[in-house]
Structure formats: structure tokens, C-alpha cells
């Protein structure tokens, strides 16, 4: 289940991986199978060969890959997502997780 995002956030997180860009989105996120992750990040990228080519430089397997609909990603968690996300200056994202922490 997701939750913490708006609408504009989404819609820009699709138009960027349908643009085939590397496209990130960071929300507030429950599943009972990974206790003790709250959030995960979703790297999107409709260019299937770039999105492998980016998670090869991460060691994400492209078998990792959910393709749903036009938007294929990775789902990023825990201290790997944290470490990406960085390695991305992605500090928006990184301010996100720190948030749900003091929360």
C-alpha cells in the first residue's frame, strides 16, 4: 500500500520515465513481508536497455525488474535505497525518508 505522495509528484514521475528518463519516486509504503520498511523508492525508465544499463551500475539484476504497464522499474528499500539515493544526489528523496524517521 503507498501513501504520501500527490498527484503532481506522480504525473511527473511518469512523464519522466516515459520520456525515458531515470525517473525517481519516494513514498511512504507498507507490505507485511518486509517488516521494517516504511518507504521504498521506485526508479522508473521506459527505455527497458537504459534501465537495466543504470541498475548494472547499482549490481540490480534486471530480473529485479517489475514491468508494470509503461512503467518499468526497481523498487529501492532500506539501507540500499538509501545508499542509491545519494549516490544520485537525489537529496529530495533522502529528505523524505528522514522525515518519516523524526516522525
Known amino acids: ?7 503532481e509528484e506522480l504525473n511527473n514521475w511518469k512523464k519522466a520515465a516515459k520520456n525515458e528518463e531515470i525517473a525517481f519516486i519516494t513514498h511512504f509504503w507498507y507490505d507485511p513481508r518486509f517488516p521494517g520498511c516504511t518507504t521504498v523508492t521506485k526508479v522508473a525508465c521506459a527505455n527497458m536497455a537504459k534501465l537495466i544499463r ?3 551500475r547499482y549490481g540490480l539484476k534486471k530480473e529485479w525488474i517489475h514491468k508494470r504497464n509503461d ?8 539501507e540500499r535505497q538509501k545508499e542509491i539515493l545519494k549516490m544520485e ?4 528523496q533522502l529528505q523524505r525518508l ?6
Open 89 to 92: 544526489n537525489k537529496f529530495e
Open 98 to 103: 528522514e522525515e518519516k524517521k523524526k516522525g
Open 71 to 78: 512503467f518499468p522499474h526497481f523498487d529501492l528499500l532500506g
Open 1 to 7: 500500500m503507498a501513501f504520501g505522495i500527490k498527484r
Open 54 to 56: 543504470w541498475g548494472e
